[in-house]
């Protein structure tokens, strides 16, 4: 479970990381704790094996934060995922679902929550730094982008 407190602080921390308008703590979306291969299936449900090493994702249809279970949210290492999708609902709050309606506005979606994400290590003093590969990543013509939203970036990759 993620404490009341855990998301006031969260919240709090990626609306002045990322520059959004900041929201209540009961406007969130609820955050629910899965296992790895539940997330996966969740995240791929296409995929024979689905997807592996799934931190968190946030679903806009459903209106829900998805982390792993087994991650420690006492730790800041991982409840930096959670803070990198509390700004993604940040950025749907203010723009709707064009926040994921091209390549190009998926990877500037992506940047902003990375960067506040690895805001939040560096003020936590982690040395961890995360979606450095999106600085590679470009669009090249027609893409899928449910793909390039839910498998290629956007739930975050942990090692």
């Known amino acids: 479970m993620v404490s009341h407190e855990l998301l006031v602080f969260l919240i709090d921390l990626a609306a002045k990381l990322s520059g959004y308008p900041p929201m209540p703590v009961d406007a969130l979306p609820p955050v629910r704790l899965l296992s790895e291969d539940a997330l996966a299936r969740i995240v791929c449900p296409q995929a024979e094996n689905g997807c592996t090493n799934i931190a968190a994702t946030f679903e806009t249809d459903q209106y829900v934060i998805y982390v792993r279970d087994s991650l420690d949210m006492e730790n800041a290492a991982d409840n930096s995922f959670l ?77």
């Not at 203010?94 to 190009?104: E, K, S, V, Y």
């Not at 982008?145 to 975050?156: S, Y």
Request: charged share 25%; with cysteine; proline share 3%.
């Open 83 to 159: 803070l990198h999708e509390l700004v993604h609902v940040l950025q749907h709050r203010a723009r709707g679902d064009a926040i994921f309606a091209d390549c190009p506005t998926t990877l500037k979606t992506e940047t902003e929550a990375y960067q506040a994400q690895n805001a939040y290590l560096k003020r936590e003093g982690q040395f961890l730094r995360f979606g450095e590969a999106l600085g590679f990543m470009s669009c090249a013509g027609e893409q899928n982008t449910f793909f390039t939203r839910d498998i290629m970036i956007d739930p975050l990759i942990v090692k």
